[in-house]
């Protein structure tokens, strides 16, 4: 087994030299998960469901046999008459209050998200997931300042706007027009591919925005999303019963997935060859692999045939969040000083170091540094863009031979080529 020292020296100089730089990127916003807002405990939760129990037996009008698709003809999103109401088969009863109203009364709703394993209720929000589309539902989002200001289609679509620009995991993005309906309610299909770094695949994902007013200043924002390759042969009716209740047309049906994922991997977006870190795509060599086992959710590393221990070297690719844009700027301004000051840092276990200005990347402004620790060779990059930080360093291991070192720097040029950021 190789000796690691050179890599432990490598992430030395730059947690050690990098002093600007903070903890990792925050998570990006994802469209299909959580996104509650706990704003205020509802502690009389049993108290209101007893009344919403009391009040539907009153209010409940015998169904109409012509009205298949909708489950009792009343039974609406805000509607008096969906409280309690227990005839879907697919979806459950969730009961969200807000006191921030216009009136500062507190307002209670009854939602219907999915009738699955793991709901989620806290305060204004619910979310569930079935059979792969996961429903969030709140009465009091964050749309923008001064919402008032503006019609619901303008919400909406500011809101979607921020939603998409939150994560570097979509691609083939496409944002249908925004419909207004009435005067009250907007709604808007989204669809795009979402990256899985841990499954290394893209999925294709159809989402649904719905905003509507519900009077006394409370908006209601529902997120119907779609995950395709989780559906089943009874997804359909699942969306048929939040058609009925949330009175939109989703218009998604099992066609969707294989005609999506057909459009992006005839686009330019998809490269068949590249790998994909959802931030960043890249081309390497015939033959190189991601070596599982020595990656981690912060680290990616990349090695002939996937081992980057038992080989003859590899290449390691960090994204890191800094608090100071100009970093890589200050490092290269007084490279004398720099290597007097990686030199001290990394002591006498470190030989033949050489700093230099390796100019403009993809990555931003960059840095690289070369080294030699217990015979091992080491290349590291440390680049800049904005508030991004990269460190992409590769190792040679010792006594691997002039053929080793050639391989693994031609893949370091071919990653610097054919590299792209996500935009």
Do not use: H
Not at 23 to 39: F, I, V
Not at 171 to 193: H, L, Q
Not at 219 to 232: E, K, Q, R, S, Y
Not at 272 to 292: H, I, Q, S, V
């Amino acid at each position: 087994m190789k000796n690691k020292i050179i890599t432990a020296l490598l992430i030395s100089a730059m947690l050690s030299g990098l002093t600007a730089c903070g903890g990792k990127e925050p998570s990006a916003s994802d469209l299909t998960k959580n996104r509650a807002q706990a704003t205020e405990d509802d502690t009389d939760t049993e108290d209101v469901a007893e009344e919403a129990e009391d009040e539907n037996e009153e209010s409940k009008e015998p169904e109409e046999a012509e009205e298949e698709t909708k489950a009792v003809s009343g039974v609406v999103f805000g509607s008096d008459e969906a409280k309690g109401y227990d005839g879907f088969e697919y979806l459950m009863e969730e009961l969200v209050s807000t006191s921030n109203t216009k009136s500062g009364d507190k307002k209670t709703l009854s939602v219907f998200v999915p009738d699955g394993d793991y709901p989620s209720v806290s305060g204004s929000y619910a979310t569930s997931e079935r059979m792969g589309v996961v429903v969030d539902v709140d009465i009091d989002p964050y749309i923008q300042y001064n919402a008032a200001d503006y019609t619901v289609g303008e919400n909406l679509e500011t809101y979607i706007e921020s939603e998409m620009s939150y994560s570097t995991y979509l691609y083939g993005i496409e944002i249908g027009e925004v419909e207004e309906i009435g005067k009250d309610a907007a709604m808007c299909v989204v669809t795009y591919m979402q990256f899985d770094s841990y499954d290394d695949s893209y999925a294709p994902y159809y989402q649904v925005f719905y905003l509507k007013e519900m009077g006394d200043n409370v908006m209601g924002l529902v997120d119907i999303c779609i995950v395709a390759d989780d559906t089943t042969g009874k997804t359909k009716d699942l969306v048929a019963e939040l058609e009925s209740f949330y009175q939109i047309d989703i218009g998604w049906d099992d066609s969707f997935a294989e005609a999506k994922r057909t459009e992006f991997e005839n686009s330019d977006e998809y490269n068949a060859d590249a790998f994909n870190l959802g931030f960043m795509t890249f081309e390497l060599p015939e033959g190189w692999e991601k070596d599982e086992d020595e990656s981690s959710y912060s680290e990616a590393v990349f090695a002939p045939k996937g081992d980057a221990i038992g080989g003859y070297g590899y290449i390691s690719i960090e994204e890191d969040y800094s608090y100071d844009e100009g970093v890589i700027d200050e490092m290269l301004s007084d490279l004398e000083y720099t290597q007097s000051y990686f030199e001290e840092v990394l002591g006498e276990d470190v030989t033949d170091l050489v700093i230099d200005d390796a100019g403009e990347t993809f990555l931003g402004r960059t840095l690289v540094m070369e080294m030699k620790a217990d015979g091992d060779t080491g290349i590291f990059y440390i680049a800049q863009s904005g508030y991004s930080q990269y460190a992409i360093y590769a190792v040679i291991w010792a006594g691997e031979g002039e053929e080793a070192e050639a391989n693994v720097r031609a893949a370091l040029d071919m990653f610097f080529e054919t590299g792209k950021l996500k935009d």
